[in-house]
T-cell receptor, first 113, second 114 residues
């Protein structure tokens, strides 16, 4: 499985933008980039995903480098409720076992009031 | 609508005992997954069901672990002869089908083996 690399932790201030990086230098052409987050004492929740183009939804934006070897999850205005562990995950769009999510340790985001 | 629910939320058991963990997926979701999360780690895949059958159980650590989904809805993860190393949060997720881009996770069951 292609691997991802994320910083162990990041800090932000409330109402400021947050850029969470993810490196995936061995990404294959059919791998989608998925982000999940896990709030304290909860199961992970889906945030966003993309293949090549930048993506926006109500929760966040995903910026994907042109060579696809890195991506950035952008929270436009962090709130205290965004404090969580954020996971960057590669999923093969066509592989036989693409149902399987492979989580790393993720990035622990702390949001300061 | 109702999300994925898991019971119990917490389970404390003695080493060597048998435990069952239950997962109620979102109604209509055919795909169901179990993951295990140890302290400070991300979740690790255990098993995947498509309908009633276990399509991939490659993540089960050994034969003490077994899971069923007899009617294609509720699933039970069963652990025999529990060991202290089995202590973890057991997470269940479901999706409309295995190709869905989103898996919906339950809150997990925290298992502590003393």
């Amino acid at each position: 499985d292609a691997k991802t690399t994320q910083p162990n932790s990041m800090e932000s201030n409330e109402e400021e933008p947050v850029h969470l990086p993810c490196n995936h230098s061995t990404i294959s052409g059919t791998d989608y980039i998925h982000w999940y987050r896990q709030l304290p004492s909860q199961g992970p929740e889906y945030v966003i995903h993309g293949l090549t183009s930048n993506v926006n939804n109500r929760m966040a934006s995903l910026a994907i480098a042109e060579d696809r070897k890195s991506s950035t999850l952008i929270l436009h205005r962090a709130t205290l409720r965004d404090a969580a562990v954020y996971y960057c995950i590669l999923r093969d769009g066509f592989g036989g076992s693409n149902y399987k999510l492979t989580f790393g340790k993720g990035t622990l985001l702390t949001v300061n009031p | 609508g109702a999300g994925v629910s898991q019971t119990p939320s917490n389970k404390v058991t003695e080493k060597g005992k048998y435990v069952e963990l239950r997962c109620d997926p979102i109604s209509g979701h055919t795909a169901l997954y179990w993951y295990r999360q140890s302290l400070g780690q991300g979740p690790e895949f255990l098993i995947y069901f498509q309908g009633t059958g276990a399509a991939d159980d490659s993540g089960l650590p050994n034969d003490r672990f077994f899971a069923v989904r007899p009617e294609g809805s509720v699933s039970t993860l069963k652990i025999q002869r529990t060991e202290r190393g089995d202590s973890a949060v057991y997470l269940c997720a479901s999706s409309p089908d295995p190709g869905s881009y989103e898996q919906y996770f339950g809150p997990g069951t925290r298992l502590t083996v003393t």
